[in-house]
């Protein structure tokens, strides 16, 4: 593992797969690699991590699978979203806006603390 690599808040990691498919159908391989990918590196998704998340979020109902072949005409498990999946994700995205705006708030704030003061 990078040692750069940023270490995912519990859930993230779920939110990040149900973004992934909202382009399309894709298969575990395919969905790490393209998180790899968009954030230049800093998020690397090893296997103990994405399948556990897959099988979560497909218990759920926020995803289904089924079989296919790869482009390497390999078979493959693809994962694609349920409509269940697409409000959890717009649901869950409009929170993580908020939790970063307000985590920005604190890290940007100029303005001290009546104790520091």
């Known amino acids: 593992m990078n ?21 399309g ?10 998180i790899q990918h968009v954030t230049d590196d800093a998020l690397q998704i090893e296997e103990g991590s994405l399948y556990p998340s897959l099988h ?8 289904r699978a089924s079989w296919g072949l790869s482009e390497n005409k390999r078979r493959a498990k693809y994962y694609e ?4 999946g697409r409000h959890e994700l ?7 806006a908020a939790f ?4 920005a708030k604190v890290l940007t704030s100029s303005d001290q603390p009546s104790w520091a003061k």
């Open 56 to 63: 979560r979020l497909e218990k759920r109902g926020l995803i």
């Open 81 to 84: 979203l349920t409509a269940r």
């Open 25 to 34: 159908s894709a298969h575990g391989y395919a969905i790490a690699r393209w």
């Open 90 to 96: 717009r649901a869950e995205a409009s929170s993580w």
């Open 3 to 23: 040692r750069d690599a940023i270490v995912l808040l519990q859930g993230t990691l779920d939110l990040l797969i149900l973004k992934t498919l909202s382009w």
């Open 100 to 103: 970063i705006g307000a985590v």
